[in-house]
């Protein structure tokens, strides 16, 4: 027996006992057969274990391990087929399936915030036409309060006016009714006078005949 055997048999028996409880992997081969033997002469308790499939490990020696499969069958298999680590070909793929949903997850997040900056521009773009409108919609009412100033000082001056019409018309009023009554008293004082000088006229012609009467008896005396 060679020295490298004996000393992997060493190692087997040393480690038999602590090998009852563990558990080793399959490595990262890609099918593997449990045999009855220590050879890949003997016949095939099982075939086709996959990479990564989990064993439970009864005893070791010469470079092969007694396992126990998932499925209950007990045979052996060469040391090199397995592993202390779970690192397999399928973890690998799990890791990469893993990796290409968190890259999905990456891209959705950053169309998300896109589509957030967008949103974001857009409510900008909202703020800022209704900051316009709030300008103009200023402007408009203090155009509108002032020519409501200008109408309020309008309806001030034409109240003004309206009242020196009505004192001017009130003035016209008894301006008219003193001119009617100066009219009046005009139209009696002339209508005095011409009675008066009718009057006189009258007497006039009265008395002028007399006259004419009494100097002709006069002269008819002395003749």
Same mark, same amino acid.
């Given at each position: 027996?060679?020295?490298?055997?004996?000393?992997?048999?060493?190692?087997?028996?040393?480690?038999?006992?602590?090998?009852?409880?563990?558990?080793?992997?399959?490595?990262?081969?890609?099918?593997?057969?449990?045999?009855?033997?220590?050879?890949?002469?003997?016949?095939?308790?099982?075939?086709?274990?996959?990479?990564?499939?989990?064993?439970?490990?009864?005893?070791?020696?010469?470079?092969?391990?007694?396992?126990?499969?998932?499925?209950?069958?007990?045979?052996?298999?060469?040391?090199?087929?397995?592993?202390?680590?779970?690192?397999?070909?399928?973890?690998?793929?799990?890791?990469?399936?893993?990796?290409?949903?968190?890259?999905?997850?990456?891209?959705?997040?950053?169309?998300?915030?896109? @589509? *957030?900056?967008? %949103?974001?521009?857009?409510?900008?773009?909202? =703020? !800022?036409?209704?900051?316009?409108?709030? /300008? +103009?919609?200023?402007?408009?009412?203090?155009?509108?309060?002032?020519?409501?100033?200008?109408?309020?000082?309008?309806?001030?001056?034409?109240?003004?006016?309206?009242?020196?019409? @009505? *004192?001017?018309? %009130?003035?016209?009023?008894?301006?008219?009714? =003193? !001119?009617?009554?100066?009219?009046?008293? /005009? +139209?009696?004082?002339?209508?005095?006078?011409?009675?008066?000088?009718?009057?006189?006229?009258?007497?006039?012609?009265?008395?002028?005949?007399?006259?004419?009467?009494?100097?002709?008896? *006069?002269?008819?005396?002395?003749?």
């Amino acid at each position: 027996m060679s020295k490298k055997s004996i000393t992997c048999l060493f190692a087997g028996l040393l480690l038999s006992s602590a090998a009852q409880a563990a558990t080793a992997y399959v490595s990262d081969i890609q099918f593997v057969a449990i045999r009855e033997g220590q050879n890949n002469s003997t016949r095939a308790v099982e075939r086709g274990i996959k990479s990564g499939t989990p064993l439970e490990v009864l005893e070791q020696e010469n470079g092969y391990t007694k396992v126990k499969t998932p499925s209950g069958n007990e045979g052996w298999i060469a040391d090199y087929f397995l592993s202390d680590d779970a690192v397999t070909r399928d973890q690998v793929i799990s890791l990469q399936a893993k990796l290409s949903a968190l890259s999905e997850s990456k891209q959705k997040l950053n169309s998300d915030f896109q @589509e *957030s900056k967008q %949103k974001i521009s857009d409510l900008n773009n909202k =703020v !800022a036409s209704l900051e316009s409108d709030k /300008t +103009q919609l200023i402007k408009q009412i203090q155009e509108n309060q002032a020519l409501t100033d200008k109408a309020q000082t309008i309806v001030t001056q034409n109240s003004d006016v309206s009242y020196q019409l @009505e *004192s001017l018309k %009130k003035q016209l009023a008894t301006a008219e009714a =003193v !001119a009617d009554q100066q009219k009046s008293t /005009t +139209q009696q004082k002339w209508f005095a006078i011409g009675a008066g000088t009718l009057v006189g006229g009258l007497i006039i012609g009265l008395l002028i005949p007399l006259l004419s009467r009494k100097k002709k008896s *006069s002269t008819s005396s002395w003749s």
